[in-house]
């Protein structure tokens, strides 16, 4: 639903004169203890992929604040399962959610955006490699750490101060600007199926606007993203021949029989990356598909040939090869290995989690130019394009809706690492920048009381 372009913002009210970037930038910046206290708060509500509700808990609390009531989107997997991007499911549905809260403006007249964000973190890896408890965030030298500080909760909280800074302002916009919370993006995406469907039925329905363009605050260092490479999950279980260690030989290890397989699919990982290999987005990366051997588990006792093995991989790969042509590589890479051992181990590969298609953005529409021009403004250069090795939710609205959607978010180090953190001066620039973007896009009416 793109309306036709407009360079200037559109006011609902004709006399309601535009906001100078300096006054923006002044409501934000003086929204930054905002920005450290709710961030904080939202670190402390731990949300692990699967177990988000002490965070979809804050964000209801949060966006009750700012006046916004938030819609529950459940996840039920049975309702998903035969579109094409649903991936296989890591745990139980659970009876949980995803939020949607919307901004209605009085006038209706402008355009809309709606700023989507994963409330789920990665597992944190030992609490005794932290500085201090990963759920226990502090700050120190402008950054704010803890888990899931960077990725991508610093973001979600750039939006909330963003809408909030016009309202300070005595303004709100003058288009529907919906805040979407969302479950499982680290392992699966449904959490965002889950609400792009529920989308497309209201549309259809006719009981929903649809949203103009999408914004995903994702921490990728204030750059818009222009393309997103593919991604599934992928279970090798191994089962050997398990025998005393004195009469070694007479057994069969599943153990070093995965090594084998982990020294093969890094060797279709190099093909993958050669140079005539890579679409022209992935040209310049040094190294853009990555082969994650993730997990590793086999083995009983130092003194027995084990039983089992079992890898658990991420695969990445470029957008112009299908997920399931994908797989079926991966899948006959595997096998291959195991062919050439010749040693009667039992393979079996299951799929759970990601089943992710990659894609490229088409950043030259008028939303994502005007994501592009509020950038300038807050920041004084030009925004940079970024092609990323990763997976973001942004397929699911470029797919299924066809909506102009980029990822563009805040500075963060040590995303799924230990001593996450994010810049607060960045997530400034952000919450800046998107309040200065929908100002632009969607205008301005005089804030509800
Ligand atoms: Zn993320």
Request: hydrophobic content about 40%; some cysteine; glycine content about 10%.
């Given at each position: 639903?793109?309306?036709?372009?407009?360079?200037?913002?559109?006011?609902?009210?004709?006399?309601?004169?535009?906001?100078?970037?300096d006054?923006?930038?002044?409501?934000?910046r003086?929204?930054?203890?905002?920005?450290?206290?709710?961030?904080s708060?939202f670190?402390?509500?731990?949300?692990?992929?699967?177990?988000?509700?002490?965070?979809?808990?804050f964000?209801?609390?949060?966006?009750?604040?700012?006046?916004?009531?938030s819609?529950?989107?459940?996840?039920?997997?049975?309702?998903l399962?035969?579109?094409?991007?649903?991936?296989?499911?890591?745990?139980?549905d659970?009876?949980?959610?995803n939020?949607?809260?919307t901004?209605r403006?009085?006038?209706?007249?402008?355009?809309?955006?709606?700023?989507?964000?994963?409330?789920?973190?990665?597992?944190?890896?030992?609490e005794?490699m932290w500085?201090?408890?990963?759920?226990?965030?502090?700050?120190?030298d402008?950054?704010?750490?803890?888990?899931?500080?960077?990725?991508?909760k610093?973001g979600?909280?750039?939006?909330?101060?963003?809408?909030?800074a016009?309202?300070?302002?005595?303004v709100?916009?003058?288009?529907?600007?919906?805040?979407?919370?969302v479950l499982?993006e680290e392992?699966?995406?449904?959490?965002?199926l889950?609400?792009?469907?529920?989308?497309?039925?209201?549309?259809?329905?006719?009981?929903?606007?649809?949203f103009?363009?999408?914004?995903i605050?994702?921490?990728?260092?204030?750059?818009m993203?222009?393309?997103?490479?593919?991604?599934?999950?992928?279970?090798?279980?191994?089962?050997?021949?398990?025998?005393?260690?004195?009469y070694?030989?007479?057994?069969?290890?599943?153990?070093?029989?995965?090594?084998?397989?982990?020294?093969?699919?890094r060797?279709?990982?190099?093909?993958w990356?050669?140079?005539?290999?890579?679409?022209a987005?992935?040209?310049?990366?040094?190294?853009?598909?990555?082969f994650?051997?993730?997990?590793?588990?086999?083995?009983?006792w130092?003194?027995?040939?084990?039983?089992?093995?079992t890898l658990?991989?991420?695969?990445?790969?470029?957008p112009?090869?299908?997920?399931?042509?994908?797989?079926?590589?991966?899948?006959?890479?595997?096998?291959?290995?195991?062919a050439?051992?010749?040693?009667?181990?039992?393979?079996?590969?299951?799929?759970?989690?990601?089943?992710?298609?990659?894609c490229?953005?088409?950043l030259?529409?008028d939303?994502?130019?005007?994501?592009?021009?509020?950038?300038?403004?807050?920041?004084?250069?030009?925004?940079r394009?970024?092609?990323?090795?990763?997976?973001?939710?942004?397929?699911h609205?470029?797919?299924?809706?066809?909506?102009p959607?980029?990822?563009?978010?805040?500075?963060?180090?040590?995303?799924?690492?230990?001593d996450?953190?994010?810049?607060?001066?960045?997530?400034v620039?952000?919450?800046?920048?998107l309040?200065?973007?929908?100002?632009?896009?969607?205008?301005?009416?005089?804030?509800a009381?």
């Open positions: 639903m793109q309306r036709p372009a407009g360079s200037a913002a559109i006011s609902a009210t004709p006399d309601l004169p535009a906001l100078t970037t006054a923006i930038a002044a409501a934000v003086a929204l930054e203890p905002y920005m450290v206290r709710t961030l708060d670190v402390a509500a731990p949300s692990p992929s699967g177990q988000e509700q002490p965070a979809v808990a964000m209801e609390g949060a966006l009750r604040e700012l006046g916004l009531e819609e529950r989107i459940y996840l039920r997997s049975e309702a399962k035969d579109l094409p991007l649903f991936s296989p499911p890591c745990c139980p659970g009876g949980r959610y939020l949607l809260a901004h403006p009085a006038a209706r007249g402008g355009r809309s955006v709606l700023f989507n964000g994963h409330l789920d973190v990665v597992p944190t890896g030992p005794s500085r201090q408890s990963p759920y226990a965030p502090f700050v120190e402008g950054w704010l750490f803890g888990r899931g500080a960077g990725d991508m610093a979600i909280v750039c939006t909330l101060a963003a809408f909030k016009l309202k300070d302002l005595g709100q916009p003058a288009g529907a600007v919906g805040f979407n919370s499982e392992n699966t995406g449904n959490g965002a889950a609400t792009v469907a529920a989308l497309r039925s209201a549309v259809g329905a006719g009981k929903l606007a649809s103009d363009t999408v914004v605050p994702e921490p990728f260092g204030e750059t993203m222009s393309a997103q490479m593919g991604v599934f999950w992928m279970f090798v279980d191994l089962t050997g021949r398990p025998a005393h260690a004195a070694m030989s007479s057994g069969v290890n599943p153990v070093e029989a995965a090594i084998e397989v982990i020294a093969d699919l060797r279709l990982e190099a093909e990356n050669l140079p005539q290999n890579r679409p987005a992935y040209r310049d990366h040094a190294h853009p598909i990555n994650n051997i993730g997990q590793i588990q086999g083995g009983e130092n003194s027995s040939v084990p039983c089992t093995c658990g991989v991420r695969i990445g790969f470029f112009s090869m299908d997920v399931n042509d994908a797989k079926a590589r991966v899948a006959d890479c595997v096998r291959a290995t195991l050439r051992l010749a040693s009667n181990l039992q393979l079996d590969i299951r799929y759970e989690g990601f089943h992710a298609p990659g490229e953005f088409d030259e529409g939303g994502m130019q005007a994501l592009a021009a509020a950038h300038r403004k807050a920041t004084g250069e030009p925004v394009r970024e092609a990323s090795t990763a997976t973001t939710d942004a397929r609205f470029r797919m299924m809706l066809e909506t959607v980029t990822c563009y978010g805040p500075q963060a180090r040590n995303i799924h690492g230990i996450e953190s994010v810049s607060i001066e960045s997530m620039r952000v919450a800046t920048t309040a200065q973007f929908m100002h632009d896009w969607c205008g301005i009416e005089p804030a009381a």
